[in-house]
């Protein structure tokens, strides 16, 4: 069976363009250059889930004119990746039902914590309603989709990756134990974070991505949560590897998820 990847944005926590810079890439035309916060929508004929919700994520589901979500799938707390949260309310408005939410103890704590209201004793009209379920490294399943998660380092943080039959999907990384890349191996599609250029105490930059990503040895590679000092995306393209490339805001890929 095969599943649809959307990229709904590919951008670093502040965005691109960035507010008030004048740099080339930011006052670039090239849509290419317009990256929203990173997330990604994962569908097969059934069912639609979302991993993160950004705190462009209603500029985001209106864009790809998303009708409804069956889950959300977060990676880790930080704002960048949870802020959006609160608009899931429409989907519940319009299905008339929860939404399961799946993410690791420490993202659950900071969900619990910024979206308070949500889980008040005493709960206001149309706030979020959402399903809690915790993740560790289990698989599980939302509908027919499979999802393993898995756990890289982003500086002293665990963030939860994703492998979703041959495609895997990793943001926010610095670090990758030897653990997960046996849980990576045979991947045919590998997406990871490529923050810039220059080193960067929790990110890989473009030169470490690029060594993951041939150690990782998948067939294709994209490069997500990109910033504005990455530098223009037609010139930074054409100096990538064979089989290596740059995500952009709107690619969709067809995967396989046996």
Do not use: W
Request: proline letters at 3%; one cysteine or more.
């Amino acid at each position: 069976m095969s599943i649809t990847i959307e990229f709904l944005g590919t951008g670093t926590s502040g965005g691109v363009p960035m507010i008030a810079c004048k740099c080339e890439v930011c006052k670039s035309t090239n849509q290419h250059d317009k990256r929203l916060r990173s997330s990604i929508l994962v569908k097969s004929q059934t069912i639609t889930v979302v991993i993160d919700t950004t705190p462009d994520f209603r500029t985001q589901m209106l864009r790809s004119e998303v009708e409804h979500i069956d889950a959300v799938l977060f990676t880790h707390s930080h704002k960048d990746h949870i802020a959006g949260l609160d608009d899931i309310r429409a989907f519940n408005f319009f299905s008339k039902k929860s939404i399961p939410i799946y993410a690791n103890q420490e993202t659950f704590a900071a969900l619990k914590r910024d979206f308070y209201y949500a889980f008040a004793e005493l709960k206001y009209p149309g706030i979020p309603e959402i399903n809690l379920h915790t993740i560790h490294h289990d698989p599980f399943h939302v509908g027919d989709i499979m999802f393993q998660p898995f756990s890289v380092r982003h500086m002293n943080m665990d963030v939860t990756a994703y492998r979703i039959g041959d495609f895997t999907y990793i943001t926010d990384a610095n670090a990758i134990d030897e653990n997960a890349k046996k849980i990576i191996e045979g991947t045919d599609t590998l997406v990871i974070n490529a923050l810039r250029k220059e080193k960067h105490l929790s990110h890989f930059n473009l030169q470490e991505a690029i060594e993951m990503a041939s150690i990782l040895n998948a067939r294709h590679t994209y490069f997500t949560h990109v910033s504005h000092q990455m530098g223009l995306h037609s010139v930074v393209s054409n100096e990538l590897p064979k089989g290596m490339f740059f995500a952009y805001d709107g690619l969709t890929l067809e995967v396989n998820n046996t």
